[in-house]
């Protein structure tokens, strides 16, 4: 690469980097401004909107409620994403195109149409909106991106390691458990924290088949419409540490365990 | 070859995957405590006779004795063998000692007997200060050991190696191969080595089961297969060698006389010996032609030129011309000194009848 295209691709980095990390900065930024009305200059600061934040009690229970459906649908899709992957992995079988296609079109059906569908399909099975529909709206949504991962790390074990495992006494059930499972278990991780904050970020779903408790996002919106104020930047900001955190630590836990078990 | 009460008796075995034949109607008896090397080009039949033993696959047709019981449809972990595979196959996220536990685990052992039992495996092959690493910490001498106190550590009847030593480099193999051999002589178990490498094959084992196109070309100790090829296969495959084409000129007691280009040579006579007039092949190994100045009193002495040598160090291989037959050529493995000494003078060639075997087709 020549000096020229360098200095290139180097600007076009920081540019990137500009143009996704300001306005997280300035919604961070803004947090702190001791003025009800959102814009610069800024010219006192407050932890007022954080204390507010922690104060009220719906952000709270919302925040709660957001975590508990976020929990449940992970758990829902990470067990049915995993079996997925084990049953069409390494394995030829008529109409397992169709199989895996139908698999991963949930997360290829745009959020407003799937909603909709979702809703119709609740009222016509008698689901009540609220927190059950929501999860299972998630559950389905997260559940192709589960597939995905486990597959891809599925394929790299080596079909030798089930087979020494057999040859040892175990029988198919066993060698899946001892053998199977922790070598997935980095996949199976992350893509866990992914649809963490996919559940935990989802509006449309949220919105189209909550009841009268909304998620977090759903708050916001709400609050949002009432005015824009420097406690919705106070909420986000809060939401955006909470994320970073949990991504950061799967990261370095996820990275740890590989270099245990591979070198 | 049958042998009495047998520790594996393989019955008519066969195997294709789609067209392509795999096995074809194979026959064996493995006697206990042998260490067996099946040897042969890839996909000659060796590793799908493996993995049959192992239960890993079916045989088309045929069946599987293990200690006189049938065990053809058995699954690989009712099966009292283990293997030692060629990628090892050690589980990751396991210490030494759990890799070499696992087995033992599932036998049903309690703790106290799985580390005892594991502990007296790993102080038999010097795996002790492993014994918390994990395969990702070990280097690949050391995880072969693993692996091999891995399927040693529940005491199977029958241990199957599937190219273990393809992976280390070739100094460690040298090693390796000793050691192997040595393990298998104190626990005096029955070892089925599968291989490609005939110098791995000839240096390990008590038997070797050469096979080609899904059937067994010879079956015989190292010593007979090297000096006695039974076929031209076997010997172009095991060591190098010269072949002679020739004519049978007649067929006595112990030996066949052969024509080659012109000159009278006799051979060990194979097993059906063929009769007069046929068209045959003798194979001679290189370091038995003998080098002498007089004509020799060996059964077989030819008169050559040398035209060509090289060096090799301890020994030189030296290019011969057989002076009273045109394009009649001959290569020997010689001493340094004594390729040294040879020059543009005719030397006289030797060997005796036992040398050179006729082959059978």
Known sequence: MNRGNRVLLSCVYWAFVLYVFVPLILMVLVSFKDSKFIGFPIRSWTFEWYTGVFADAQVLSTFGYSVVIAVLSTAISVVVGTWIAVLLEGRRFWGRAVIFGLTVLPALVPGIISAIAFRIYARGLGIEPGMGAIVWAHAVHNVPFVVLVVMARLSTLPKSQIEAARDLGADPLIAFLRITLPYLVPAILGASIFCLLLSFDDFVRSFFLGGYEPTLPVLIFAKLRSGMSPEINAIATVALILTAVVGIWAERFTRRLKKETEG | ?361
């Not at chain 2, 067209?19 to 890839?42: C, H, K, Q, W």
């Not at chain 2, 007979?224 to 004519?247: C, Q």
């Not at chain 2, 012109?262 to 060990?268: D, N, S």
């Not at chain 2, 007039?277 to 004509?295: K, N, P, V, W, Y």
Request: proline letters at 5%.
């Open chain 2, 1 to 361: 070859m049958t042998v009495q009460d047998p520790l594996v008796r393989i019955q008519g075995i066969s195997k294709s995957f789609g067209a392509a034949v795999a096995l074809e109607n194979l026959d064996l008896d493995i006697a206990r405590g042998e260490f067996v090397t099946f040897l042969g080009p890839s996909g000659c039949g060796k590793s799908t006779t493996l993995r049959i033993l192992g239960g890993f696959q079916q045989p088309d047709r045929g069946r599987i004795l293990l200690d006189g019981e049938d065990v053809t449809r058995l699954p690989p972990e009712k099966r009292h063998v283990n293997m030692v595979f060629q990628d090892y196959a050690l589980f990751p996220h396991m210490t030494v000692r759990q890799n070499i536990g696992f087995g033992l685990e599932l036998q049903g052992l309690d703790r106290a007997s799985i580390k005892r039992r594991a502990d007296e495996i790993m102080s038999f092959l010097e795996l002790q200060p492993f014994a918390e690493r994990y395969p990702a910490q070990l280097s690949g001498g050391q995880r072969q050991r693993v692996a091999l106190a891995r399927a040693l550590a529940p005491d199977p009847a029958l241990l199957l190696l599937d190219e273990p030593l393809g992976a280390l480099d070739a100094k460690l193999r040298g090693q390796v191969q000793q050691e192997l051999k040595s393990i298998q002589r104190r626990t005096s178990k029955t070892f089925f080595f599968v291989t490609h490498d005939q110098e791995e094959a000839l240096t390990m084992s008590d038997r070797i089961i050469v096979m080609n196109h899904g059937r067994v070309e010879q079956d015989g100790t190292p010593e007979e297969l090297y000096f006695h090829p039974a076929t031209r296969f076997v010997a172009e495959f095991i060591g190098e060698t010269n072949l002679l084409t020739g004519k049978v000129r007649g067929v006595d007691s112990d030996a066949v006389v052969m024509d080659w280009c012109g000159q009278t040579l006799r051979g060990h006579a194979p097993a059906g010996a063929p009769r007069t007039g046929d068209a045959i092949t003798a194979s001679i190994r290189l370091e038995r032609l003998g080098f002498h100045a007089q004509r020799p009193d060996t059964p077989n002495a030819l008169q050559a030129r040398v035209v060509g040598k090289t060096f090799l160090g301890s020994r030189m291989a030296v290019d011969l011309e057989v002076a009273e037959a045109e394009g009649a050529r001959l290569k020997a493995y010689v001493d340094t000194d004594v390729g040294q000494s040879v020059g543009e003078a005719p030397v006289w060639i030797g060997w005796d009848t036992d040398s050179m075997a006729v082959l059978r087709d």
